[in-house]
């Protein structure tokens, strides 16, 4: 029966629940979790709202006329409900395209750094000789590749705000 609650909820474009305890709302969104294997969302406003936003993977909480129960346990807090396209849009997408460019950089110097030491080590018979000291590594590390990777990492946008929120099929790579 559950299996089939969350097929025939997942085939639908919208699914409302209305009249629903704290406890089922949990629930529902353990259920997604449980039988898609999906990273769920759950965006709440008051207090009967906290259990579900504990149970998703991502809570987003609004702080309302309920109160700020369901803001203090979330991971994100919007003043209203109409700041949620963008979170997900814009800042959700540049910080889904940050991390996978940071990451791609971070392996890229780190691969680059090891092969150095690898080609030295066949050359030098293998021998237990280091390439270059602990501290010339650790200020190559620090100072000349931190700033880039750091940079692309916080600074990167391949499209502007505003495009982002007028094409939100843009938002696809990152699912």
């Known amino acids: 029966l559950e299996k ?3 097929d ?6 919208a699914v409302i629940c209305c009249r629903v305890t704290p406890k089922q709302k949990a629930l529902i969104v353990q259920l997604v979790k449980k039988h898609r294997k999906a ?3 759950a965006i709440g406003d008051g207090a009967n709202d906290v259990n579900m936003i504990k149970t998703a993977d991502i809570g ?4 309302g006329l309920e109160g700020m129960q369901a803001v203090q346990c979330s991971d994100y807090a919007l003043a209203q409900f109409s700041y949620l396209q963008r979170l997900l849009l814009v800042h959700g997408r540049w910080a889904y ?4 460019k940071f990451l791609r950089c971070f392996f890229y110097k780190t691969f680059a750094g090891l092969m150095a030491q690898v080609w030295f ?8 000789q280091p390439l270059y000291d602990g501290w010339f590594l650790a200020l190559y590390n620090i100072f000349y ?4 990777v750091l940079s ?3 600074l990167e946008q391949d499209v502007s705000a505003k495009k982002s929120l007028e094409f939100p099929e843009l938002y696809v790579i990152g699912q």
């Open 39 to 41: 990273i769920t969302l």
């Open 97 to 100: 395209l940050r991390v996978c």
């Open 60 to 63: 987003v909480g609004i702080s």
């Open 4 to 6: 089939a609650f969350v």
């Open 121 to 128: 080590a066949f050359h030098s018979g293998f021998t237990a």
């Open 145 to 148: 590749t931190a700033y880039p």
């Open 8 to 13: 025939l909820a997942t085939s639908c474009q």
């Open 152 to 154: 692309v990492g916080l």
